[in-house]
């Protein structure tokens, strides 16, 4: 993980990963891993059927630096 912001309804994050494996099974892992952690911490949510939606939108930085992305992401967050 490059960089990361959180908003209300939505996460913004910049990964770097091996052109190998498939954007869904990237968001997949993450929602998977993070719904474990956060139902360990909080029992309450065990309740609930899911924790995350199946939805998601993901690009690549093609031409775009680094920089660009992480200034998007850390300007994204302030509004």
Known sequence: MI???ID???VHLFVGCPPKIAPYQI???IKGASSRI???E???LLKLPS???RSYFV???GNVSRET???YIADHAKK
Request: aromatic share 8%.
């Open 3 to 5: 960089a990361l912001e």
């Open 8 to 10: 209300v309804d939505h």
């Open 27 to 29: 968001v997949h892992r």
């Open 38 to 40: 956060l139902r360990q």
């Open 42 to 44: 909080f029992p309450e």
């Open 51 to 53: 924790l995350w939606t």
């Open 59 to 61: 690009s690549t930085a």
């Open 69 to 71: 992305i992480q200034k």
